[in-house]
T-cell receptor
């Protein structure tokens, strides 16, 4: 079954530490996305990718880097984590036109 | 940049009463509209996708799109307490394919 899998599901990090959130999709979609959701709010776009080797900045890219080494994998990297990056992070895959998006189950990140 | 706004921020209805949620968007080039449901602490569940003006029904959920007025509505027929959740509107353009979300409507369905 086609899916988007995120790891880890939960993460506690210390301020100033490096955090890597991973995402794997089996949908063979060209596009992948990283969003964050803060309590009671919608999702905001951090970075996205149109294919292996490409990354694009979304609406709130500051403090985040992204890496798309392959069609299947898309990582979000926090080089120097800060408490303001405490949030729930969702990865998604999609394709052009009217295709469905598939979202992962989310990663809860707590930066202390 | 696309702006998506939802109203009301919260809504309480009685079980079985129609619930209507509103979403407005700013870019008239938008042609992809989706409604998602998110139960507390859970992931996103797509309810209905609509790509042209008019209505589209998926079970007890009906989306109504009017691009001229920059509105897309979600009507929930005979909601149950299990439909209590955060409802999110997402808008995109097929040639750009990035989803922009509203901040959501928190729906509470009382028995």
């Amino acid at each position: 079954e086609a899916a988007v899998t995120q790891s880890p599901r939960n993460k506690v990090a210390v301020t100033g530490g490096k955090v890597t959130l991973s995402c794997n999709q089996t949908n063979n979609h060209n596009n992948m996305y990283w969003y964050r959701q803060d309590t009671g709010h919608g999702l905001r776009l951090i970075h996205y990718s149109y294919g292996a080797g490409s990354t694009e900045k979304g609406d709130i890219p500051d403090g985040y880097k992204a890496s798309r080494p392959s069609q299947e994998n898309f990582s979000l990297i926090l080089e120097l984590a800060t408490p303001s990056q405490t949030s729930v992070y969702f990865c998604a895959s999609g394709d052009w036109g009217n295709s469905d998006y598939t979202f992962g189950s989310g990663t809860r990140l707590l930066v202390i | 940049q696309q702006k998506v706004q939802q109203s009301p921020e919260s809504l309480t209805v009685s079980e079985g009463a129609m619930a209507s949620l509103n979403c407005t968007f700013s870019d008239r080039s938008s042609d992809n509209f989706r409604w998602y449901r998110q139960h507390s602490g859970k992931g996103l569940e797509v309810l209905v996708s609509i790509f042209s003006d008019g209505e589209k029904e998926e079970g007890s959920f009906t989306a109504h799109l009017n691009r001229a007025s920059l509105h897309v509505f979600l009507h929930i027929r005979e909601p149950q307490p299990s439909d209590s959740a955060l409802y999110l509107c997402a808008v995109s353009m097929s040639n750009y394919n990035v989803l922009y979300f509203g901040s959501g409507t928190k729906l509470t369905v009382e028995p």
